[in-house]
């Protein structure tokens, strides 16, 4: 079975990597940048089209407010980014908002800040899947028949290829990214100069639409929801700034100074991607709407429900490149491609989270531990499991799925700028140096202009989202946040209640005596090595029991152990419902009554097999045994085994596994010999 499971593993995500190779994982910044701002690198796919979207509620005259909203998107992109390089300069460990907010603001906060970015990873996965599936469908008609399914095969690649370790599904990552943001350079470069230089008439497939307006003529406070609602909506072009501060120690060192540059290189190259395709949206008249069926109109007459809306930038690139054209194929394909990429922002982020948390014993244990790659697998494997999960619920609809978004690392967003000013007023208290204090004195204004801010942003989101689905990702928030309280609190009764005594204790005084007990059903080779132990521990008092469910083999029993004349005495159990694991608890625990200073040692034979099957048809009635006699107080349990000849055949196939070498490895010889080869002088 091991074998069976093996090979397939190694295939699929590569050797293991020994712990000393960790080195050779981290990132550069040239790698650094698609694997950790793929998401708000990418969000300029979809952020512009949910601000049209919302504004389209009000017809197309209410067009004319995005670049304004554009602009304040700009604003608070800069406004994060520049206290995100506060954050990653002050706290370089990788523990992020969660490390900033347990630090300065205690531990309730820093959870709460962990269960939103969590929450906000899940959905990342789920949305920038949905969103890519639906681009790709626009072009591919199977696609979008089997939407799901296609999304959640997605999620399985990805899955593999994070599985593989950072640094591999980073290179594997960095193309496709570079080759979306240079597309959409050369986009809005190109469009400009035919707008501006040429001034030719650019127009978008939808140019001539009109949109039937839900509400017209708002005005006042309707007009200014309106605009909020669109606001928090593009807001999610700042979705996975976050995700560097939580993976500084994926960097190359020197580590704060690469992830507050990679952090400038994201700002800038998103901002940018986002206003030029804002602009070239008004330039080339796009039409969007939220029910695209009815409210688009062509020639005065509806569309109708057979009408697939393609997103903004296709739009755009259409409008400019002209549809079918080179350049128009290789940004629909990149732009498909990065978005499930920008997937994998959450890949790096969730499972770095998860092993700080369950460092911290918020979740279980094995979420701290690397798996064979040097990555964190198990909380990839969670990641992907929930996001799964999420996608199948909601159909793989990015348009229900995206009124989750954002809510969660806003969240994060402020908790971990109000703890930043915090961590700069705790500094200023002590600190003498002049100059050091300026540095702080600015450091924490721009950390409290992040903090009001972000802060007023997640009130609008709140506000203007929360019956738009954004309840279901603050009840999530509460999930994680109950759940991981419950796990810290089982960790810590765990720890109380093993923590060895100062004094002397019921654990620390030896037992009386040591009443041995060797469990048997018939005389064989197993038994006769259980006995020989048993004899070998020297205990008070040696005994071997059986349970009588049928009474000839029990008789045959009792016959050949006196012919063989074995010097132990047997004692017989008897069962009339044929049950064998309830005599034996109870007679162990009469043990245990009678002399309860006395030690119960209760030795059990059991077979090595070295097939999967065979463990089927063996040492069921020992596993139950064991199990239940864990919950039995001052009961020991100790298994003899007796391998079989199969086991034999196991052991050789596990070590043709250790010592197999993948192809070409003995050529180029190991690595240290490689390294010394090297070295040596030539000539």
Known sequence: MSKLTDVPK???????????????????????????????????????????????????????????????????????????????????????????????????AGLTVASALLVDYVLTVAVSIASGIENLGSAIPFVVEHKVLCAVAVVVLLTLMNLRGVRESGTLFAIPTYVFVTGVFIMIAWGAFRG??????????????????????????????????????????????????????????????????????MGLLAVTMFCGIIVLAMATKVRMAENPATDLIHNGVAVGSGYV????????????????????IVLAAATALVLFLAANTAYNGFPVLGSILAQDRYLPRQLHTRGDRLAFSNGIVLLAGTATLLIVLYGADSTRLIQLYIVGV???????????????????????????????????????????????????????????????????MCIFYATMTAIRRHYDRVADEIAAPEDRSDDTV?????????????????????LAYAKLMRSDTLEALS?????????????????????????????????????VIEYVKSLRRESP???????????????????????????????????????????????????????????????????????????????????APKG
Request: hydrophobic fraction near 45%.
């Open 196 to 265: 501006l230089a040429l001034g030719d008439t650019m127009r978008a497939p939808t140019a001539a639409f009109h949109i039937r307006a839900e509400h017209q003529g708002l005005a006042g406070f309707a007009l200014v929801f309106l605009l909020l609602r669109a606001f928090s909506s593009g807001c999610a072009a700042l979705t996975g700034v976050e995700a560097i501060s939580n993976g500084v120690p994926a960097f190359r060192k020197p580590k704060s100074k690469n992830a507050a540059t990679t952090l400038a290189m």
């Open 10 to 108: 190694r295939i699929l995500i590569g050797r293991a990597l020994r712990s000393d190779r960790l080195a050779e994982t981290l990132l550069p910044k040239r790698i650094a940048l698609p694997v950790f701002a793929s998401d708000p690198l990418s969000s300029v796919a979809y952020a512009p089209g949910e601000v049209l979207l919302v504004l389209s509620i009000a017809g197309v005259t209410a067009y004319h407010f995005s670049p304004w909203i554009a602009l304040a998107v700009v604003v608070l992109m800069f406004t994060v980014v520049a206290s995100y390089r506060q954050n990653v300069h002050a706290y370089p460990s990788g523990g992020g908002d969660y490390e900033v907010a347990t630090t300065n603001l205690g531990p309730k």
């Open 510 to 530: 030896r037992p009386s005596r040591v009443h041995s007990v060797v469990l048997i059903s018939k005389i064989h080779r197993p038994t006769l090595r259980a």
């Open 309 to 328: 809306q393609d997103p903004v930038i296709s739009q755009v690139a259409e409008a400019v490149f002209g549809k079918g054209s080179f350049l128009f």
């Open 597 to 679: 200073r006395d030690a119960v040692s209760v030795i059990i034979p059991e077979y090595v097999v070295g097939h999967w099957y065979e463990h089927l048809l063996h040492n069921q009635s020992a596993l139950r045994l064991k199990g239940r006699l864990l919950f039995t107080p001052g009961i020991m349990v100790t298994s003899v085994p007796y391998q079989l000849q199969s086991s034999e055949a196991a052991r050789l196939r596990a070590r043709k596994r250790q010592e197999w070498n993948a192809p070409g490895s003995v050529r180029r010889g190991p690595a240290e010999q490689r390294s010394k080869e090297s070295s």
């Open 410 to 476: 806003f969240v994060s967003f402020t908790l971990s700028q109000t703890g930043m000013v915090r961590h700069w007023n705790r500094h200023l208290a002590t600190e003498k140096d002049q100059a050091k204090r300026r540095r702080m004195v600015r450091s924490r204004a721009i950390n409290a202009f992040g903090a009001f801010f972000t802060g007023l942003v997640l009130v609008v989101v709140l506000v203007t989202k929360f019956t738009h689905g954004a309840w279901v990702a603050l009840l999530g």
């Open 547 to 583: 349970v009588n469910v049928d009474p000839a083999e029990t008789k045959a029993l009792k016959n050949e152990w006196e012919r063989r004349g074995i010097d132990v005495p047997l004692k017989i159990l008897d069962s009339p419902y044929r049950e064998i694991t309830r005599p």
